[in-house]
């Protein structure tokens, strides 16, 4: 039972003002690994004991307020020291993060923008003469997973379809080949890129 709440000796990463998104995916999955994101997520009233409480009334009220205490702790710790003067008066582990997610990720509309850009810049992606298969899958899977964070989808298959169209005339018969033998729809990413 003890080890239950024990916290994890891997610190978050620190959130500087920068990749919000990126931040907050992590700190979303390091907080539900210690069994806290519910105070987070849901940030829940403690209630008083009732007249001659049950020990198992006294447990649970302290395990909740150790959870609300701990999850706060965790978002205090992973700022740094100019987002942390921000934040530092709000009371609870929601008020932190909806405060955060508020001023950082921006409103619905702004985050659109942002994924339009990127898929913008996703569309204007051509592989250079000089590139490997792996350097020009990473440019684009650097773009695609920004996209996700944002809320768009950008599927593993339009990535397929984007490099097979995109890379140079040197993988033309690679590509020739994969299109008379396999159904390129379907084609899983790591398989396109161990053919090419």
Excluded: H
């Excluded at 829940?44 to 409480?53: D, F, S, V």
Aim: include cysteine.
């Amino acid at each position: 039972m003890e080890a239950e709440t024990r916290f994890s000796p891997i610190a978050p990463l620190v959130f500087d003002g920068e990749n919000y998104q990126i931040w907050a995916v992590r700190m979303e999955t390091y907080l539900v690994a210690l069994d806290l994101w519910a105070a987070v997520e849901e940030d829940y009233e403690i209630l008083a004991l009732p007249k001659n409480p049950t020990m198992a009334q006294i447990k649970a009220q302290k395990e909740k307020k150790t959870k609300k205490s701990k999850a706060k702790a965790c978002l205090f710790a992973a700022m740094s020291s100019i987002i942390f003067m921000r934040i530092m008066s709000l009371k609870t582990a929601k008020s932190i993060w909806d405060y955060l997610k508020e001023e950082y990720a921006g409103d619905e509309r702004i985050r659109g923008m942002q994924g339009l850009n990127l898929i913008r810049e996703f569309e204007l992606q051509k592989m250079k003469e000089s590139e490997t298969i792996k350097e020009y899958l990473d440019r684009l899977l650097r773009i695609a997973n920004k996209v996700r964070l944002l809320g768009s989808e950008l599927s593993d298959s339009r990535i397929v379809e984007k490099i097979l169209v995109t890379v140079p005339e040197r993988y033309e018969a690679t590509v020739t080949t994969l299109e008379n033998t396999k159904d390129l729809s379907k084609i899983p990413l790591a398989e396109l890129l161990n053919s090419l």
